[in-house]
């Protein structure tokens, strides 16, 4: 329950916020994040209550532990956030 709180309070923010974000076509996006950043997608999340279309995706360099937010839409992937100390699940593989 506390996930899907904060998946909906990062969608509302994201959407309030979609014209101040760094955004691109969902493609160029994560080529960019595969070529530039070395990560790949390692989570996909539809909002239970959408919100105009918008998915969430989380890009992970395991290497680095360093991650990236993006909030994919019609408009594209718009950048929600960014860090590093990315979180590993109980079998030591990237969640």
Do not use: H
């Amino acid at each position: 329950m506390k996930t899907l709180t904060a998946i909906a309070i990062i969608l509302s923010a994201a959407s309030a916020n979609a014209q101040n974000m760094p955004c691109a076509p969902e493609e160029q996006m994560a080529q960019f994040l595969k070529q530039q950043r070395g990560q790949s997608l390692a989570l996909t999340a539809s909002p239970q209550y959408p919100r105009e279309g918008v998915q969430m995706q989380v890009f992970v360099n395991p290497a680095t532990k360093e991650w990236t937010l993006l909030a994919v839409g019609p408009q594209g992937s718009c950048l929600v956030t960014y860090g590093t100390d990315w979180l590993y699940g109980p079998q030591g593989e990237a969640t």
